[in-house]
């Protein structure tokens, strides 16, 4: 046998020594949790879909957050879920002044300060009465009729606080429409992270029951991209940042790795995906059924992300993984 001058297993032989060599590293900074905010007090409803993620009102979620603080977790992603009786065809009730997002993020902030990220999605689906991201003419979603209703959603949160607002329609102009109004009104520090290549995936399943958001007829494959593209993010990326995103997003993570790294290798914008709901409630089934090892499972997830070039980590995961010390 020959000899080897290079043998990389040498630098595989333990534990210490392949932590040291490692290429992708994750930190508990880049994780973001996202929470499930409603009206009333002492409320912590678990989602049956999702095991370990609950609705809460806006007090306990200050609780959650409080104690979430104490394990590393600096930011939060807010999704509201207004009662029945408030949607309405504009989706009005998403930039109320009682709005419960709104309450959240007043209250996060007046407690936790700067302690806390506090971002916001910004989408009128939970809010509308026919469940879809816009408005609707006509049995369609209008696109440029949704723009300055979700702006006015996005300045509500920033009047409140919010350090990042996230739109996550997906209707075309709506970064420039949110960016407008934000420095228009004097808030031009609160950043916009923007569902750039948001997919119309089968893996949104568990979130539907979380969020109250499925449209009352047709589907949201009209304005979220399709499974099959590709270079169509790369595109989608660009009209964000030339209309003022500050970071991008992938939603889904693990089935877009490619456009991940596609939009890591051409932009310099920071880049978070969404490890999403399907993904979460798939790992948490096997889980529990003990077909795999949930956190050495999670952790190989992460990495993967990191390694197409993630920065930010939006993950259910995330309370738990700390809680249990998987990090």
Known sequence: MPDLIYRPRRLRTHQALRD?????????????????????????????????????SVDRLLATARADLDLGIRALLLFGMPEERAKA??????????????????????ELGDQVVVMTDVCLCAYTDHGHCGA????????????????????????AGADVVAPSDMMDG??????EALDAAALESVAIMSYTAKYASSYYGPFREAAHSAPGFGDRRSHQM???????????AELDVEE?????????????????????????????????????????????????????VVLENWHAFRRAGADIIITYHARQALAQGWL
Do not use: C
């Open 20 to 56: 040291l060599v490692a290429e992708s590293r994750l930190d508990r900074a880049m994780l973001v949790q996202p929470h499930f905010v409603v009206p009333g007090s002492g409320i912590a409803e678990p989602i049956q879909a999702m095991p370990g993620i609950e609705h809460q």
């Open 226 to 236: 399709d499974a099959r593209n590709r270079r169509e993010a790369v595109l989608e």
């Open 174 to 179: 709506r970064v420039g429409a949110i960016r």
């Open 89 to 110: 065809p504009d989706g009005r009730a998403a930039w109320a002044d009682d709005a419960v997002v709104v309450e959240a993020v007043r209250t996060l902030k007046h």
């Open 244 to 296: 003022g995103a500050d970071i991008l997003m992938v939603k889904p993570a693990l089935a877009y790795l490619d456009v991940v790294a596609d939009l890591r290798a051409a932009f310099p914008q920071p880049l978070a995906v969404y490890n999403v709901s399907g993904e979460y409630s798939m790992v948490k089934a096997a889980a529990a059924r003990g077909w795999i090892d949930e956190r050495a």
């Open 136 to 159: 609707v003419l006509d049995g369609r979603i209008d696109n440029d009729a949704s723009l300055p209703l979700l702006a006015q959603m996005a300045l509500a949160h920033a009047r």
